[in-house]
Nanobody, 127 residues
Framework: QVPVVESGGGLVQAGGSLRLSCAPSGRAFTTYAMGWFRQVSGKAREFVAA????????HYADFLEGRFTISRDGVKNTMTLQMNSLKPEDTAVYFC????????????????????WGQGTQVTVSS
């Protein structure tokens, strides 16, 4: 069973908005941080945004230029990514990831920090 599941992907025109959500799909787990990554076929997975659970500190990829906002619900253990002013180059499969304990030595921007991954949700932005 996939530990986390994404929802909210779809097709939108350039300049539009989408809201992605991520939630545990089964057994609840502790959370140190959660993040979003995206991947285009044939390219490496890249960091989009992350949030640490205890203090709510947010981290964003530089290329976002303030267009996306990450948030969390500490009670429900869910995370959202509000994506505004979408561009065709934002087209990708977006993955939710969770780091339960924060024991790894990598940055929250590094995919190696995360133990749980969702199966991904497709976001397509048409021009």
């Amino acid at each position: 069973q996939v530990p986390v599941v994404e929802s909210g992907g779809g097709l939108v025109q350039a300049g539009g908005s989408l809201r992605l959500s991520c939630a545990p799909s089964g057994r609840a787990f502790t959370t140190y941080a959660m993040g979003w990554f995206r991947q285009v076929s044939g390219k490496a997975r890249e960091f989009v945004a992350a949030i640490t659970w205890r203090n709510g500190v947010k981290h964003y990829a530089d290329f976002l230029e303030g267009r996306f906002t990450i948030s969390r619900d500490g009670v429900k253990n869910t995370m959202t990514l509000q994506m505004n002013s979408l561009k065709p180059e934002d087209t990708a499969v977006y993955f939710c990831a969770a780091d339960p304990f924060g024991r790894r030595t990598y940055s929250v921007r590094d995919a190696r920090s995360y133990e749980f991954w969702g199966q991904g949700t497709q976001v397509t932005v048409s021009s």
